[in-house]
T-cell receptor, first 118, second 111 residues
């Protein structure tokens, strides 16, 4: 089954303890991205990747790191989490990024990771 | 900076009604526009994607239009059903791969 898989689904941690949220897709998609969703603020893009070894900042990259060493995986790293990073996080992928005009490229989303930082 | 606005924030309609959801954006230099559906506690499901060169896309009872010059898109839902109840989000894509979301319209279709 074609899907985007995020782990874990729920995570409670303490301030300053490094964590990684994994994201994996099995559709051979080039484009992957991370979002956070907060009440009243909607969905905001954290980082995105047009292909392997290519990453760019979205609207709210502060406090986050990403890497794209292989096509299927795009982990989100919080080196020193803080309470203001408590949020619902989504990973998404599509066939191509916006620079390609060859495809309709709808985004496929994972089921989300609810992170609480105390 | 691109801003995306969705009005209304919430909408309640009786079953069977045709309805229109609105999305507006401030910068017309977009690459594409997507409409998504989000059910409570779930991820987003892509409904329709319109490339910047297109005017509309249709899928079943859904029709999305795009007017870049006026910075507007609409999502038309025909013959609404209770199963259509969800939050509908639009997102504007830039040529560099960035994506800006509106805050969504929460739709409730009453039986």
């Amino acid at each position: 089954e074609a899907q985007v898989t995020q782990n874990p689904r729920y995570l409670i941690t303490v301030t300053g303890k490094k964590l990684t949220v994994t994201c994996s897709q099995n559709m051979n998609h080039e484009y992957m991205s991370w979002y956070r969703q907060d009440p009243g603020l909607g969905l905001r893009q954290i980082y995105y990747s047009m292909n392997v070894e290519v990453t760019d900042k979205g609207d709210v990259p502060e406090g986050y790191k990403v890497s794209r060493k292989e096509k299927r995986n795009f982990p989100l790293i919080l080196e020193s989490p803080s309470p203001n990073q408590t949020s619902l996080y989504f990973c998404a992928s599509s066939i191509r990024g916006a620079l390609s005009s060859s495809y309709n490229s709808p985004l496929h989303f994972g089921n989300g990771t609810r992170l609480t930082v105390t | 900076k691109q801003e995306v606005t969705q009005i209304p924030a919430a909408l309640s309609v009786p079953e069977g009604e045709n309805l229109v959801l609105n999305c507006s954006f401030t910068d017309s230099a977009i690459y594409n526009l997507q409409w998504f559906r989000q059910d409570p506690g779930k991820g987003l499901t892509s409904l329709l994607l319109i490339q910047s060169s297109q005017r509309e896309q249709t899928s079943g009872r859904l029709n999305a239009s795009l007017d870049k010059s006026s910075g507007r898109s609409t999502l038309y839902i025909a013959a609404s059903q209770p199963g259509d109840s969800a939050t509908y989000l639009c997102a504007v894509g830039g040529s560099q791969g960035n994506l800006i979301f509106g805050k969504g319209t929460k739709l409730s279709v009453k039986p």
